[in-house]
T-cell receptor
Framework: DADVTQTPRNRITKTGKRIMLECSQT?????MYWYRQDPGLGLRLIYY???????NKGEISDGYSVSRQAQAKFSLSLESAIPNQTALYFC??????????FGPGTRLTVT | RKEVEQDPGPFNVPEGATVAFNCTYS??????FFWYRQDCRKEPKLLMS???SGNEDGRFTAQLNRASQYISLLIRDSKLSDSATYLC??????????FGPGTRLSVLP
């Protein structure tokens, strides 16, 4: 089984809808991250969390919110989706080393 | 100026070729540097860390020049399986990471 899982893997939604992307990990890592990837722009950090009580904004947090329900779970919400939030979203974890472990990604399309 | 910039690519090279990718970063306080590999529509995976003295892992060699704020990745004897996008990654004051836009490599038979 994968160490970092994301649900859903693909989602099409309409402008204005609320949507939640979920991330779970079995690696026992405290640090978790949410990124979005757009063609030509690389991965950009949305939010990160160093433990359940620690949430930090990343480079592009506007329009997004997160919830760290437990050490193993970190959810990303779009309160009112807009078309320019169409992207590939990745969750990642990190333990004591610098290596980040990524989930398989969620492809989100907002029409 | 972007925090991490990379060769725009794509690079199309024949099997067996040697190819080098370049990366520059703007934050002089950065301490940790990495190369990640991302296959098409897949998640990024760590290829190798980059150490000050340079390091090698099989056919892959990474170099760091702190004075010029420059990182490189050299791939020797390219294989078809090396085809991917290579991401340069730099730490941001030890809190999180900044990813470059990536350089796509296609190794041709």
């Amino acid at each position: 089984d994968a160490d970092v899982t994301q649900t859903p893997r693909n989602r099409i939604t309409k402008t204005g809808k609320r949507i939640m992307l979920e991330c779970s990990q079995t690696k026992g890592h405290d640090r978790m991250y949410w990124y979005r990837q757009d063609p030509g722009l690389g991965l950009r950090l949305i939010y990160y969390s160093f433990d359940v009580k620690d949430i930090n904004k990343g480079e592009i947090s506007d329009g997004y919110s997160v919830s760290r329900q437990a050490q193993a779970k970190f959810s990303l919400s779009l309160e009112s989706a807009i078309p320019n939030q169409t992207a590939l979203y990745f969750c990642a974890t990190r333990g004591d080393s610098y290596e980040q472990y990524f989930g398989p990604g969620t492809r989100l399309t907002v029409t | 100026r972007k925090e991490v910039e990379q060769d725009p690519g794509p690079f199309n090279v024949p099997e067996g070729a040697t190819v080098a990718f370049n990366c520059t970063y703007s934050n002089s306080a950065s301490q940790s540097f990495f190369w990640y590999r991302q296959d098409c529509r897949k998640e990024p995976k760590l290829l190798m860390s980059v150490y000050s003295s340079g390091n090698e892992d099989g056919r892959f060699t990474a170099q760091l020049n702190r004075a010029s704020q420059y990182i490189s990745l050299l791939i020797r004897d390219s294989k078809l399986s090396d085809s991917a996008t290579y991401l340069c990654v730099v730490d941001n004051y030890g809190q999180n990471f900044v990813f470059g836009p990536g350089t796509r490599l296609s190794v041709l038979p």
